[in-house]
């Protein structure tokens, strides 16, 4: 579902809603070249730039962002990363963005990539990754004012783009206007379709240099400008100022390796130090981790964190990993015996895309009775949390070295020394991000509340004729059926959640923990496999995990050059993408990838 499109019999497509067509007669691809792509100097400008920042008023049909990212892939000196951040309250159905682009075949393969993520997009923010994550959409649905009333970047060009002022005011009044210009810097380049002469004192009134252009027929001239105000501008939005150069990481599992990977792509030159002597050796060597947004009656700020960090990670795994070995796309069954878990108030088709009621027939696949209270989401599934470390860490620019146990940071000029307990150096960087689970906590003198979390999962190899359900199942628990183990299939469940434990070592009293766990979960599969926990055929799995005392990640600048990205608890595979791209974007000037709300939720400054 979506916003309705009405497609005219010569293929024009129109709005019921604003009474107006999306695009010109001369056809969209044609007007987003010549409109907006050349109406602010692309791709000539952005040639040899390490990033570069389009801010979109109207996705509409989403050519603009599609002509945009052509031009970007056929381009030989395009900048290293491109960000599109679009408004739009009223999203239309993937099959339009399909449909809209199939009359051009350049952009054909590309609308299907895109219309693939194009699901779930409740109001709030969404970041949709292409092109190994070098290429990024931020979709803002919200109304236009909303949607910039924080300027969290500066844009280096702007597309206006939107249905006829009279049709559509909001979008060009001028309380919209000044909005646009607090995401500008001097020089950032703005064009328009429109030649509306109030909207072309408004932009003048901003701060705008504004120009007539030829346009594209049936329109006369089209509109061009560049923000250059004749009065100092106090409130400057960020400016991406930060210079890549040297990064440490400590820590080499999902959240260092994260962060590696969104800082490497954007030009430092990062080394992973761990003190282990292999990748993901701590908590994220758990091996196969559970990938589902948490569910709540009022959709609380977890809830919404969740899906946001869902959606990347998925989107992560496609890209870099394949589906079978280590991970799969399953969707995931929630059941909570004894609780009804109600959706969200309110909650219609675009939240259902995300979780709904569970019909009869996957409650019967787990072994559930048809008035069991389930629910069903949709965007999730099962991965191997080291693989998805290995991608990252394998990621151009980035460099680990196990065996480094960093005990102190020391400030030196305008660098971070990191020294082992001996007092050798390790390492020395301009940047050092703090990732090292629990450990982070002794390298910060305790100036963050962080806490050790003992987990212990219980796990076998599948046996032949075991009749298990075809997708996890988590509540008061969870339970992996079918994930690929030392080569072999395996069931894992679990897990423990032990706050201030920091042993490792396995105990038989948390497998009978995790076995009554799955007994008030899926009773059926629970009597099935209670064999292999008598026999001792079931294996353990221990990890710590660190963890925050309101259960969200920090993230952020603790002080100059020094950043954490820490506190995943159980949701590293939830969380770690979605924090490292919240730091790379601060420290860049970058869209977040994220509401601002939801952002500083995660920042090292929130209170409690």
């Known amino acids: 579902m979506g916003e309705p499109v009405e497609w005219l019999p010569d293929g024009t497509p129109r709005s019921p809603r604003f009474h107006d067509i999306y695009r010109s007669s001369s056809g969209g691809l044609e007007q987003a070249r010549h409109v907006f792509l050349a109406g602010c100097g692309l791709p000539q400008a952005w040639a040899g730039q390490p990033r570069w920042r389009i801010l979109e008023t109207g996705f509409g049909l989403g050519l603009n962002f599609l002509a945009a990212w052509r031009a970007w892939k056929d381009d030989p000196a395009r900048p290293r990363m491109l960000h599109y951040f679009a408004v739009e309250a009223w999203p239309v159905a993937a099959a339009d963005l399909v449909r809209a682009a199939g009359a051009h075949p350049e952009l054909a393969p590309l609308a299907e990539q895109f219309a693939a993520w194009w699901i779930g997009l409740a109001p709030g923010v969404h970041r949709l990754s292409f092109e190994e994550g070098r290429v990024l959409l931020t979709l803002a649905v919200r109304d236009v004012k909303d949607a910039l009333h924080d300027p969290s970047f500066s844009a280096d060009s702007v597309f206006l783009d939107g249905f006829d002022p009279q049709r559509n005011p909001a979008m060009w009044e001028a309380h919209t206007l000044k909005a646009v210009a607090r995401h500008c810097r001097r020089g950032t380049t703005l064009a328009t379709w429109t030649v509306a002469g109030e909207v072309r004192r408004d932009l003048a009134q901003c701060g705008f240099v504004v120009d007539k252009a030829d346009g594209l027929a049936p329109k006369r001239h089209c509109l061009r400008a560049v923000f250059e105000p004749a009065w100092e501008v106090r409130r400057q939005p960020p400016d991406g100022t930060t210079a890549p150069a040297r990064c440490v990481i400590v820590g080499a599992g999902l959240a260092g390796a994260a962060a590696a990977a969104s800082l490497a792509r954007r030009g430092w030159q990062v080394t992973a130090l761990d003190q282990a002597s292999t990748p993901a050796a701590g908590a994220s060597a758990l091996p196969a981790g559970l990938l589902a947004p948490h569910h709540s009656s009022d959709d609380t700020l977890l809830s919404r964190l969740s899906r946001s960090g869902v959606r990347i990670t998925l989107q992560y795994a496609r890209e870099f990993l394949p589906e079978g070995d280590d991970w799969r796309f399953t969707g995931v069954l929630e059941h909570r015996p004894g609780t009804v878990l109600h959706l969200p108030a309110g909650a219609g088709e675009v939240a259902r895309a995300w979780t709904r009621d569970a019909d009869a027939a996957r409650k019967a696949q787990a072994g559930l009775a048809a008035e069991e209270p389930a629910a069903w989401h949709e965007l999730a599934g099962w991965i191997r949390p080291a693989a998805l470390v290995r991608a990252w860490l394998a990621e151009q620019g980035v460099a680990w070295r196990g065996g480094a146990s960093v005990a102190r940071l020391a400030r030196h000029g305008h660098a971070w020394r990191l020294l082992d307990r001996h007092g050798a150096l390790l390492a020395e960087a301009e940047l050092v991000v703090l990732a090292a689970a629990h450990g982070t906590a002794a390298l910060l003198d305790g100036r963050l509340p962080l806490h050790p979390v003992r987990g212990q999962v219980s796990w076998a190899f599948q046996r032949p004729g075991q009749p298990l359900p075809p997708f996890p199942v988590n509540g008061h628990g969870h ?53 292999a926990f008598r026999d001792g055929s079931v294996q353990a799995w221990t990890g710590v995990r660190c963890a925050s005392a309101d259960r969200r990640p920090y993230v952020g600048e603790i002080e100059a050059g020094l950043w954490v990205s820490t506190a995943m608890g159980s949701r590293g595979l939830t969380f770690a993408a979605l924090c490292g791209e919240l730091l790379a974007a601060r420290l860049h000037g970058e869209p977040l990838p994220l509401e601002p709300r939801l952002a500083a939720a995660l920042d090292t400054a929130r209170s409690g």
């Open 479 to 531: 339970f992996i059926p079918q994930a690929m183990v030392e080569g072999a299939t395996a069931w894992l469940c679990g897990s423990t959640y032990e706050r201030g434990d920091a042993d490792r070592s396995p105990r038989d009293a948390d497998h009978q923990a995790n076995l009554a766990k799955l007994g008030a979960l899926l009773p059926q599969v629970a009597e099935q496999l209670a064999p």
